[in-house]
């Protein structure tokens, strides 16, 4: 059983910078493909970005590639997201997600989920 915790959201402004770190315990991290999503109000839970075990390949929804840029590091058993530029579209909350596969989903169709992390960006 993998247990995640996300941290790092924040109240900012437009154009500015977050990272977010998800801390996995529980499990063989490099194991795991992980992802985030993010779920704004009265919307569904949508892909954000993906990660490979080894962190060789990546993939990114079509509304942050660019600005977004997810990795990992497998000897600290985190995954991190680095959002730039960011704008009042991006508010929602962002959960990380781990899978047991060794290919991406861009899906929910991952195994285990952190409690989230708020990500508010005024205009």
């Known amino acids: 059983q993998v247990q995640l915790v996300e941290s790092g959201g924040g109240l900012v402004q437009t154009g500015a910078s977050l990272r977010l770190s998800c801390a996995a315990s529980?499990?063989?991290?490099?194991?795991?493909?992980m992802g985030w999503f993010r779920q704004a109000p009265g919307k569904e839970r949508e892909f954000v970005a993906a990660?490979?075990?080894?962190?060789?390949?990546?993939d990114y929804a079509d509304s942050v590639k660019g600005r977004f840029t997810i990795s990992r590091d497998n000897a600290k058993n985190t995954v991190y997201l680095q959002m730039n530029s960011l704008k009042p579209e991006d508010t929602a909350v962002y959960y990380c997600a781990a899978r047991i596969s060794i290919k991406i989903s861009t899906t929910t169709n991952y195994n285990y989920w952190g409690q989230g992390t708020q990500v508010t960006v005024s205009s």
């Open positions: 529980g499990g063989t991290f490099s194991g795991y493909v």
């Open positions: 990660i490979t075990r080894g962190g060789g390949s990546t």
